[in-house]
């Protein structure tokens, strides 16, 4: 509302043009709110706050529920409709803790190995990642090796490992471990590197003209200045390792959401694999989520 | 004359990409244990890689420098900087930023030296805020209470309070003048400012432009201490000197550069 007042008191004060693209923008928002209150003969007012945080969002949620049932009932049953999903929600989520034997377990239980399985492959990923990512940015030559390295491997899909995992191991869940590992490395590689290439140099000369030891160094200025990169390295992995393990249990089997899926395909319980997708998303969230307040935590701005 | 600090025929060179760019040459200068000494001159004209040099930052390609009659091969906490930009680490709060200097330092006392390194410079008030929760004035005193908390042989200001506005300048020269006193540190400053130069030095050094800079005058700035602002504005020794400087920087050094353009 201010805003747009003031705009409207300037204009007719604009003797010299400020920006072209500025006033571009300006003349095509006043034109297009005229438009619209010619349209609508009154003045917008702009909807509350709250309208648009809490209502929109339930709004959309509504059209996409809407939707879904359209296309559940042009399918003719084949896809369940919201309801029925909703159901079967209610029923796997009322005990998502059973386990009656290695192959039937709760929901529970499914997401939590495979989080078990992201966490010790993006563990692992950081414990050799960030090192290797602080090497790769301090050192001119560690970073001419490793460039061709990262850039070759970097796009190639982390299921393509899983093959080589599975020879490596003998087993499927060391084999989807590694892939989490694969595919959270390089994240983790390529952003704790950019963090150190770019400290300040004033920082570093802060150091050098305060004589401060390697320790203090690495501790007081190194470490602090990487972590809101390493973070962003940590939310890209994380990110990544959540898409790929669902694909690699569907293909290594053993209990976890992805082979969940690919279980519940072989009884036909549709229902269930939609459960499935929005658990997988919502978990995905909650991870982004958790990780967006850790980088708030330490960004110094 | 007393040479604590001796800069002895140094120049320096940087390997560029475009060839050798000679950036200072044949520079001499003396400075005395307890002097104030001013380095003036056009931008560019290698300031602040002569600041640099004195503090051990960048090496000299030729000549040498002596701090209390020893060479100085790099940087050390016999000299305390002030960096043009504050430099302050973003993560610590102002005590933590003063007290990493001086737990480099000090065995003993710690705590007390970095609250009264901040007493000094008026900030014990915020010593607990953040960089980014405190102005730019108030930044520019904690990296003076750094420099100054490892009690340095040498101070080096390199334009210290550049990106102040007017007021809060005039509030940290005075400030830099009552510290200097009662600790009777030995300074360097690099400042663009003229009237800055003259309060607050002993002795105004002006560089000639670049390339291959050199010292083009020295000016003693014989004015009693301690020196009251507003007095001054009147005074006709400070205008004299004022205008000399003016006279260096706008007709000798101008000249030149128009010639070359
Ligand atoms: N690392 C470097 N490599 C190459 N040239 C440099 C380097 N550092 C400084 N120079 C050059 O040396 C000259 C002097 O630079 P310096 O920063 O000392 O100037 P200054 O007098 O401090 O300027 P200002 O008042 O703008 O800060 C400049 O021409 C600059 O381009
Ligand atoms: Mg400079």
């Known amino acids: ?81 919201p309801i029925t999903v909703w159901h079967a929600a209610a029923k796997i989520f009322a005990d998502p803790f059973y386990s009656k034997g290695p192959n039937d377990q709760g929901i529970g239980w499914n997401v939590l190995s495979s989080l078990k399985r992201v966490g010790i492959g993006f563990g692992l990923a950081a414990l050799v990642g960030i090192p290797l990512g602080f090497i790769v940015g301090r050192f001119r030559f560690a970073s001419g090796m490793a460039a061709p390295i990262i850039a070759l491997l970097k796009p190639v899909s982390p299921l393509a490992w899983l093959p080589i995992g599975l020879l490596l191991f003998k087993a499927a869940n060391p084999a989807a471990i590694y892939v989490i590992f694969v595919c959270s490395l390089w994240p983790m590689i390529v952003n704790t590197a950019v963090g150190v290439r770019q400290i300040p140099q004033d920082y570093l000369n802060v150091a050098r003209v305060l004589n401060l030891s390697e320790w203090k160094v690495f501790t007081k200025i190194l470490f602090p200045a990487v972590l809101p990169y390493m973070i962003t390295g940590v939310r890209l992995s994380i990110g990544v390792a959540w898409l790929v393990i669902v694909a690699a249990e569907m293909l290594t089997g053993g209990v976890g959401i992805g082979f969940w899926v690919w279980d519940e395909w072989n009884n036909l319980k549709v229902e269930h694999i939609i459960i499935a997708i929005f658990t997988i998303g919502i978990v995905g969230l909650l991870l982004e989520q958790a990780l967006v307040l850790l980088a708030k935590r330490f960004s110094y701005e | 004359m007393n040479r604590y600090v001796s800069i002895e025929s140094v120049g320096k060179t940087f390997e560029t990409k475009k060839g050798d760019f000679v950036a200072l040459a044949g520079i001499d200068l003396q400075i005395a244990k307890g002097e104030f000494v001013s380095l003036i001159g056009h931008s560019g004209c290698g300031k602040s890689t002569l600041l640099n040099l004195v503090a051990g930052l960048i090496k000299p390609t030729g000549g040498t420098i002596l701090l209390a009659g020893k060479h100085i091969g790099g940087p050390g906490t016999d000299r305390g900087v002030v960096f043009q930009n504050h430099s302050l680490l973003p993560w610590l709060t102002c005590f933590e930023n003063v007290h990493l200097a001086v737990e480099r330092v000090f065995e003993s006392d710690r705590k007390q030296r970095t609250h009264a390194a901040l007493e000094l410079v008026g900030l014990s008030h915020a010593e607990h805020k953040y960089p980014h929760e405190i102005s730019g004035g108030m930044k520019q005193r904690v990296g003076i209470a750094r420099a100054l908390a490892i009690e340095p042989k040498v101070l080096l200001l390199d334009e210290p309070f550049g990106a102040l506005d007017a007021l809060t300048r005039a509030t940290l020269q005075d400030e830099l003048m009552r510290i200097v006193a009662t600790t009777g540190a030995t300074v360097l400053l690099v400042t663009h400012d003229v009237d800055e130069a003259v309060l607050l030095s002993d002795r105004v050094v002006m560089m000639t432009n670049g390339p291959a800079a050199t010292i083009g005058q020295v000016l003693a700035v014989d004015l009693p201490r301690p020196r009251a602002r507003l007095a001054l504005a009147h005074d006709p020794r400070f205008m004299e000197l004022r205008a000399s400087v003016l006279e260096f920087l706008y007709e000798k050094q101008a000249q030149k550069k128009l010639k070359v353009a």
């Open chain 1, 1 to 81: 509302m201010g805003a747009v007042a003031l705009r409207k008191g300037v204009i007719p004060l604009r003797t010299s043009p400020p920006h072209p693209a500025a006033k571009m923008l300006g003349e095509r928002a006043d034109a297009a709110k005229v438009r619209f209150e010619a349209s609508t003969g009154y003045r917008r007012t702009r909807a509350p706050e709250w309208l648009l945080t809490v209502l929109a969002p339930l709004v959309g949620l509504a059209v996409f529920a809407g939707l879904w049932a359209l296309i559940a009932k042009q399918g003719g049953g084949r896809i369940p409709d």
